[in-house]
């Protein structure tokens, strides 16, 4: 039983710090990360793995050791900011592999990509023919951005000078019965309005699954029983 309780309190000192960690680092996916940030997570990740399950080692020295590593993360991060040759160190360069259709064989070695893969990866933007290839260039974080050439590309409304309307941005203003006042709020309603909306509509809220609002104010409701009879009222 005190066994059970010393790994529950390093799990939670533990997650507790990566936590901090993760926070301090802010709202970054594990693809804009740069080769160091890589290798610090694995090392963060070992590290954390090692003092829940082992209970030999020194609680208190992990512990610190894990916010110095995610402290060197941060530090690092700020620095390839600041300056940029660093920068260049710790990412890499973006890198050309197809120009006017022509797949460039020294870089393709230089990042040990076979043909093969290449290929796949044009194919995932829907890329078939070689040939329309403008540019292709690997990105630091090994995706692949692709420009076609300009007679292979899309044809856009302001091209042909045909005028469409603007978007329509809904927000879910009545989620399952639940008038979302938060919503209301910051699409400009006062709290007058929002009670005046909840009086006119009180007697049909509860049978509505969802409802959005556009920027005209216009409902587009789907009810409980839309799924049934296959309706979207407008």
Known sequence: METLGVT??????????????????????LREFSSFD????????????????NHGIELVSTLIALLALGGMQLLFGWLSIKIRPLNHKLNFKPLLLVENGMIIKENLRKVHMPVETLLQLLREKDVFDITIVE?????????????KKAEHMPITPSQVNFNVNPNSILVPVILEGKLQKPALTEMGFSERQIEEFRRQHQDSIHNVFIAFMDQNKRLHVINDDAQEQGVFLH
């Open 8 to 29: 529950l309190f390093r799990v939670v000192a533990g997650m507790g710090i990566l936590f901090i960690i993760m926070l301090a680092i802010g709202r970054r996916q």
């Open 135 to 147: 540019l292709a260039i690997l990105e630091p974080h090994g995706k692949l951005s692709v420009l």
């Open 38 to 53: 890589f290798l610090t997570s694995l090392t963060i990740g070992a590290v954390a793995g090692a003092l829940i399950v």
